[in-house]
């Protein structure tokens, strides 16, 4: 079971940034997908963005251009870059790995880390 621990988050005014890192137990070579998640009060927990292990990205529409996800596999980490942040990006950020191996698939999560954007 693969740790992984956020960290970064805290509080920051419409049109600033922060940068989320998360930090994994283990190697993460083998984790398919590292991304990053988010969940604001009384919402669903929604993916904001992936990267594979070979570097592709995805990004949910509400944060494209604004955000950056990366992550280097050779320190174990994964990092958010979030700029121009808006009061609506307000949420728990949750770092996530997930893949198969060997047939059998599995997903790892973070604790979180609070962001919130004041108007």
């Known amino acids: 079971q693969v740790q992984l621990v956020e960290s970064g988050g805290g509080l920051v005014q419409a049109g600033g940034y922060l940068r989320l890192a998360c930090a994994a137990s283990?190697?993460?070579?083998?984790?398919?997908?590292m991304g990053w998640y988010r969940q604001a009060p009384g919402k669903q927990r929604e993916l904001v963005a992936a990267?594979?292990?070979?570097?592709?990205?995805n990004y949910a529409d509400s944060v494209k251009g604004r955000f950056t996800i990366s992550r280097d596999n050779a320190k174990n980490t994964a990092h958010l870059q979030m700029n121009s942040l808006k009061p609506e990006d307000t949420a728990v950020y949750y770092c996530?790995?997930?893949?198969?191996?060997?047939?059998?698939?599995?997903?790892?999560w973070g604790q979180g880390t609070q962001v919130t954007v004041s108007s």
């Open positions: 996530s790995g997930w893949g198969s191996r060997l047939g059998a698939a599995f997903h790892y």
């Open positions: 283990e190697n993460i070579f083998s984790i398919n997908v």
């Open positions: 990267i594979t292990s070979g570097g592709s990205t």
